[in-house]
């Protein structure tokens, strides 16, 4: 059990598609503290750094062209395990086999536009948070923090 800061991500679907507040209220109702959000259209450089894991599979051309299609929103969520706690509330990669209740099983239908991204492992947070964050995040005291954590 430690605090972790993940690197969350709406991407160019999820925007179109005016899922924006809504992804941002699941987070924070879960009891996650936001440290960083803007909205940026990516560029090719930095979505290849991104997706630098899957550039040898067959979807990688299309992936990056999805990426930087149009704007997405950058978010950086704060709590312990925030990184596990967010995959969970994002759910599995393509929406059809997702569990219902997650973001991705009740708004998506699809494997490539599936509206969300969440860091897998503290390696790739860290690496991901330096990447889209490189001004840093925002420490700030969470006053609902006692009612959050017994
Ligand atoms: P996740 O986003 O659940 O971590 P991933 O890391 O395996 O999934 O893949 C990164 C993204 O690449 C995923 O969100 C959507 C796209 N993708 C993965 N597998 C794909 C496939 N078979 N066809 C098309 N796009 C795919
Ligand atoms: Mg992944």
């Not at 990056?64 to 967010?86: E, L, N, Q, R, Y």
Request: charged share 20%.
């Amino acid at each position: 059990m430690s605090n972790e800061v993940t690197y969350v991500m709406v991407k160019p679907d999820g925007v179109q598609r005016g899922l924006v507040g809504e992804i941002i209220q699941r987070f924070e109702r879960k009891g996650l503290q936001l440290v960083g959000l803007k909205q940026v259209v990516p560029s090719e450089e930095i979505a290849r750094k991104h997706y630098a894991v899957h550039s040898e599979r067959p979807f990688f051309s299309g992936l990056i062209k999805f990426i930087t299609s149009g704007p997405v929103v950058c978010m950086a969520w704060s709590g312990i395990d925030a990184i596990g706690v967010a995959r969970n509330l994002i759910g599995s990669t393509n929406g059809r086999e997702a569990a219902p209740g997650t973001i991705r099983g009740d708004f998506g239908m699809d494997i490539g536009y599936n509206m969300i991204h969440g860091s897998d492992a503290s390696e790739t947070a860290e690496f991901e948070l330096g990447l889209w964050f490189s001004e840093g995040l925002n420490e700030w005291t969470q006053d609902s923090i006692s009612w959050i954590y017994e």
